[in-house]
């Protein structure tokens, strides 16, 4: 790396996805950045220019700010404290087997800039973008910096929380124009620099104590995942009423007390997040002796929504057991090769066991949804699980068709296409495909949530 250039003003720890969309960000709005990963093949790709995820719009931005020099992969964690006053860790927090939330990867992180900054003897402003349980960042992430080096919090070193409200799918325009930026921080000093960072970015500063800001990621994700469980809960109740659930949501929703966002029906959320932050929440608060039955509720719909998705499916063809059926779209949502939580694996679990084969498709997530299931899973489905090279090849000779995560290449699909399958019977999970051109085609459309009068 050359030495010879401006000093890169933010260090990133983590270049994951929340790490590479803040690292393309700040350098997107003129900052410069210093990466670093102990994943060495992701560091190599990023420097190379190369986004090792699919994330529509991210590739060009890494691009960019790699040729513009803006953006720098460090070798060592220990370089990048050196370079930058500024250190965000966007580690990953997962769950463990109870729900609570794993700290283990954060406190190592932590851990390594405590001895950095040891080493270095220079006030450094640690910043946890990572989502965390609240009292995190001033609690265990300070106390490790601290015993690292004998250090002292406030004066060699600073614990600030910049909670990630950024959207898997949009992930780059939320990270170039989030709706808002929420700072929790210790001391003035760390809400200057952390103000100075964000000067350039189109969006209101809210800036709150550290526990507050951590508080405030896990509040909305509740809220987020609550809503979509609501909608699925009402989809379920119009399916049996025999009306369609979108024009009844839209109504709902078009009540300014309410608002139209995340009211939509479909196979229950995914992802990273959801799922693990509101388990972590509610675990946090059995700990602390507080009473969670929203998010307990919240858990269950989504979980009861998939198994809803096999039922549909078994009552349109009347019975699963020997069908052939093609689940279509493996990410959890379109326009990102995430896979993970993706509602694909409890469906594709519920059409396996009930006897169903199981032809797999998807146009970018291939890879990473054969990886989140177990080779053990695999062996165990025999010839019943397959994995296609094409919608085309996904289509053809199997009885009926799931559409999942609704990408443009099934929305788009000629309806006439749909006639390959057998039982001409598409689920679609997100009511996006078009029902009036399929029925011309002879083909049955089957919408989630849309009852039949
Ligand atoms: N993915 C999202 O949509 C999203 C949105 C908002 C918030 N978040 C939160 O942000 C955090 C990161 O999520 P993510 O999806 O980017 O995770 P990720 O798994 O994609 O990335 C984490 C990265 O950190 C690296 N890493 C782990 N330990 C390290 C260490 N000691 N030093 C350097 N690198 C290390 C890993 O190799 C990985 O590349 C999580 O807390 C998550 O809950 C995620």
Known sequence: MSTARAPPTVGIIGMGYVGMATAAAFAHYGLHVIGFDVDAARREALRKGTAPIYEEGLAPLIRRAIRSRRLLLADSLED??????????????????????????????ALDVGTAIHRLGKWRLVVVKSTVVPGTAGGMVTEVIQKSGSLRPGVDFSVASNPEFLAEGTMVRDALRPARIVIGV??????????????????????????????????SNAMLALRVSYSNEMARIAQRAGVDIDPVLAAVGSDPRIGPLFLRAGP?????????????????????????????????????????????????????????????????????????????????????????SVVLFDPHAMESFRKGLTEGSIRAAGSHLSFAASLNEALRGADAAIVQSDWEEFRTLPARKWRDLRQRTVI???????????????????????GKE
């Open 268 to 356: 229950g959320y995914g992802g990273s997040c959801f799922t693990k932050d509101v388990r972590a929440l509610a675990s946090w608060g059995r700990d602390h002796g507080v009473e969670t039955p929203i998010l307990t509720a919240t858990l269950d719909g989504n979980e009861l929504q998939a198994h809803h998705v096999v039922d549909l499916t078994e009552e349109a063809l009347e019975g699963l057991s020997g069908k052939r059926i093609a689940l279509l779209g493996l990410s959890f949502k379109p326009g990102t090769s995430d896979t993970r939580d993706s509602r694909a694996y409890p469906i594709l679990d519920g059409l396996l066991r009930r006897g169903a």
């Open 186 to 219: 210790p001391d003035a000093r760390s809400e200057r620099s952390l103000r100075g960072l964000y000067q350039k970015f189109p969006a209101p500063l809210v800036t709150l104590p550290v526990a507050a800001a951590e508080l405030v990621k896990y509040a």
């Open 80 to 109: 990048l404290v050196a370079r930058s006053p500024v250190v965000f860790l966007c580690i990953q927090t997962p769950s463990t087997g109870d729900g609570s939330i794993d700290l283990s990867f954060l406190a190592q992180a």
């Open 428 to 450: 679609d999970t997100r009511r996006t495909l078009p029902r009036d051109a399929m029925a011309r085609a002879g083909v049955r459309w089957v919408g989630l949530g849309v």
